[in-house]
């Protein structure tokens, strides 16, 4: 099974073998990038790229709760006001809830809020097909080298 990387965020499985060089990129912890992933190619028509990619991000987190920072460092191929954009744009929609960490669990220079699924937005996923397959962004999640800072914030609790 090969790890691969949908135009700059993660998510699918290829059943196309990668080279050599891709395979010591994943395992050195840095993504080798792809153009299609046709396991998943439903989902993204139906919620667009980015949101797809934000969406997959957050169904690999430990908590399945992330900050925007995380988003950032996830899906590197989003700016930081698209990230914020799409995330409200899903919030609105009902797929993502908001929580906020009450004021005596923050911390200086630390996110505070943080976006998770709603009820409706685990339904979502499982008419996209998606939720069948969270063990494999859980560990795909886990495999990705991260800064000390995105580590610190990852280890943070949540609302």
């Known amino acids: ?5 949908y ?15 891709s395979e010591q990129r ?7 990038r792809t153009s299609t992933v046709p396991e998943d190619e439903d989902a993204v ?21 992330m900050s925007i920072t995380e988003f950032e460092f996830m899906v590197p191929t989003l700016s930081e006001s698209s990230i914020r ?3 409200d744009r899903l919030c ?12 005596g669990y923050r911390r200086p220079k630390s996110p505070y809020t943080f976006y998770s699924f709603s009820d409706h937005g685990r339904e979502l996923l499982s008419e ?7 063990a494999w962004f859980e560990e795909l999640h886990h495999v990705v ?15």
Request: proline fraction near 6%.
């Open 92 to 103: 609105e929609e009902g797929v993502l809830v908001k929580d906020q960490l009450s004021s």
């Open 85 to 87: 954009y799409h995330v």
């Open 145 to 159: 080298r991260k800064t000390d800072r995105v580590i610190q914030i990852e280890e943070m609790p949540r609302p």
């Open 26 to 32: 994943v395992q050195s912890g840095e993504a080798p």
């Open 128 to 134: 996209l097909g998606l939720s069948w397959r969270e």
């Open 45 to 65: 028509t139906e919620l667009g790229e980015s949101r797809y990619l934000i969406i997959t991000a957050l169904l690999g987190h430990p908590q399945q709760s």
């Open 7 to 21: 135009i700059g965020g993660w998510s699918g499985i290829s059943s196309v073998p990668m080279s050599s060089n």
């Open 1 to 5: 099974m090969s790890w691969v990387r």
